[in-house]
């Protein structure tokens, strides 16, 4: 097997110098293009638990897992030039709409030559016609530890009317969507710069600094002396929907530290494990919610501790009695057992949220009953994904997920600019 292996690399090193040797002069001289990652900081914003990623100097863009698309009010001072309805690229900017998104027409009115897209507003289900516009990110590329040059990214993106910011942060000037889609974040930035379309997303806990998003994938070193975080990864498959380009995953169950929740059987299978940064709390549908909480409580079995529960979340306990750890209130760890074997762990970090009055709550919420069949079982949110590294990677269909170590976070990526 060596002399085998041998030939093929002696084969494939010649068919490059083949390759290097044909090339014209003009590329050959020219330095090695290098396809470095690009960087973006992530703020939360305290007022509304979203997330936001400045991609250009005058854009402040609400990070959305889900969304199929890039959107923002566009500035009248940086009025773009819009794409014509003939344009492929039209097709691509409406291959999906949001189920609540009842605007008609659009893509094929070619009364104005222009291309219309609609952009969507992930938390209050709006939508609007834009003109679709070719636009440039500005962000830095990154060598995984510190940002190295800037760089303009080629980029397309809808133009939405002002009313479409409704219960987005202040300051906020659109939504940066993030999912397996052609013209989503990753996917622009991945054939503008030359990259992979995988990203790497790890949400920062408030009051800790920004996060870090990056797109191209790793490495990603969060501390000096600590290793590459993405050779920690755990994987598990994304499950592509038809219709619906955002994150899924199965899981097979869930458990309460080593306790099986017991659930109805397909359950977790109708729906499965949706992701999601616009959702700042994790929602159960109803018929996994009333298990879930009632198996927390018993399973935690601090009634003494037991408070009057602060809406939305459903049980909360005086802050100050509950154990705490480095890894949050001791509470049962919940694990989601994901398809591939590994889990996703939520500690007390990742399960109990601080609220007023000195108590701390489980921060999962009951999702409104709406169609059942087609909603996930669980959706991760915001919460469930602060300091936790996630690798979306739609080529090769998986997310890879790690939960950092306590010495670390999101917030310890340096971004200082190396001389
Ligand atoms: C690039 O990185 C430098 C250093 O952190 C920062 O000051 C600058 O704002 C970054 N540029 C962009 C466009 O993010
Ligand atoms: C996942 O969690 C279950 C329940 O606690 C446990 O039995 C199993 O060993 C865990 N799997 C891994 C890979 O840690
Ligand atoms: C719950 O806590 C009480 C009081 O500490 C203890 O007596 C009981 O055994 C616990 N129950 C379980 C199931 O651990
Ligand atoms: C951040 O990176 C800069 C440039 O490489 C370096 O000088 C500085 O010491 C680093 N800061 C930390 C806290 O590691």
């Known amino acids: 097997m060596p002399p085998r292996n041998g030939n093929l690399v002696l084969a494939a090193a010649a068919a490059a110098l083949l390759v290097l040797l044909a090339s014209p002069p003009s590329c050959s001289a020219a330095a090695p293009r290098r396809?470095?990652?690009?960087?973006?900081?992530?703020?939360?914003?305290?007022?509304?638990?979203?997330?936001?990623?400045?991609?250009?100097?005058?854009?402040?863009?609400?990070?959305?897992?889900?969304?199929?698309?890039?959107?923002?009010?566009?500035?009248?001072?940086?009025?773009?030039?819009?794409?014509?309805?003939?344009?492929?690229?039209?097709?691509?900017?409406?291959?999906?709409?949001?189920?609540?998104?009842?605007?008609?027409?659009?893509?094929?009115?070619?009364?104005?030559?222009?291309?219309?897209?609609?952009?969507?507003?992930?938390?209050?289900?709006?939508?609007?016609?834009?003109?679709?516009?070719?636009?440039?990110?500005?962000?830095?590329?990154?060598?995984?530890?510190?940002?190295?040059?800037?760089?303009?990214?080629?980029?397309?993106?809808?133009?939405?009317?002002?009313?479409?910011?409704?219960?987005?942060?202040?300051?906020?000037?659109?939504?940066?969507?993030?999912?397996?889609?052609?013209?989503?974040?990753?996917?622009?930035?991945?054939?503008?710069?030359?990259?992979?379309?995988?990203?790497?997303?790890?949400?920062?806990?408030?009051?800790?600094?920004?996060?870090?998003?990056?797109?191209?994938?790793?490495?990603?070193?969060?501390?000096?002396?600590?290793?590459?975080?993405?050779?920690?990864?755990?994987?598990?498959?994304?499950?592509?929907?038809?219709?619906?380009?955002?994150?899924?995953?199965?899981?097979?169950?869930?458990a309460l530290d080593d306790a099986r929740l017991p659930l109805p059987s397909g359950a977790l299978a109708a729906g499965g494990v949706a992701l999601r940064t616009a959702v700042p709390f994790g929602q159960l549908r109803p018929d996994v919610f009333r298990p879930f909480v009632r198996e927390f409580e018993k399973g935690l079995n601090r009634s003494d501790a037991k408070v009057a529960a602060v809406a939305p979340f459903p049980l909360c306990y005086r802050a100050s009695m509950l154990g705490n750890t480095r890894i949050g209130y001791f509470v049962p760890a919940v694990r989601l057992m994901l398809a591939g074997g590994k889990n996703y762990t939520m500690t007390g970090t990742n399960s109990m949220v601080d609220v007023k009055g000195g108590k701390a709550c489980l921060a999962f919420v009951e999702m409104k009953s709406g169609d059942a069949a087609s909603s996930p079982a669980v959706i991760l949110g915001g919460f469930q994904m602060e300091n936790m590294l996630l690798q979306f990677d739609s080529e090769k269909k998986r997310l890879g997920f790690a939960r950092l170590p306590f010495y670390t976070s999101c917030s310890n990526f340096n971004f200082t600019k190396t001389q």
Do not use: M
């Open 35 to 254: 396809r470095d990652t690009v960087v973006v900081p992530v703020t939360r914003d305290p007022a509304t638990s979203l997330y936001t990623i400045p991609v250009r100097y005058y854009d402040n863009l609400v990070v959305d897992l889900a969304g199929p698309l890039v959107w923002s009010t566009c500035a009248a001072d940086h009025l773009p030039a819009s794409l014509s309805c003939q344009d492929p690229t039209c097709v691509v900017a409406n291959a999906y709409r949001a189920p609540t998104c009842k605007v008609t027409g659009g893509g094929g009115d070619c009364s104005k030559n222009v291309c219309t897209a609609y952009p969507y507003n992930p938390v209050t289900g709006q939508c609007a016609a834009g003109n679709l516009a070719h636009t440039r990110f500005i962000a830095n590329t990154t060598d995984g530890k510190n940002p190295l040059i800037q760089v303009s990214v080629k980029a397309v993106a809808a133009c939405a009317p002002k009313r479409l910011l409704a219960r987005l942060p202040r300051g906020a000037t659109g939504v940066a969507g993030l999912a397996a889609s052609g013209l989503a974040l990753p996917a622009q930035v991945a054939s503008s710069q030359g990259v992979t379309g995988r990203f790497l997303l790890c949400l920062p806990r408030l009051g800790y600094g920004q996060g870090v998003a990056i797109f191209g994938g790793g490495p990603i070193y969060l501390g000096e002396g600590l290793p590459d975080f993405t050779t920690t990864l755990d994987y598990t498959p994304l499950v592509a929907k038809r219709d619906n380009p955002g994150y899924y995953v199965t899981a097979n169950a869930i």
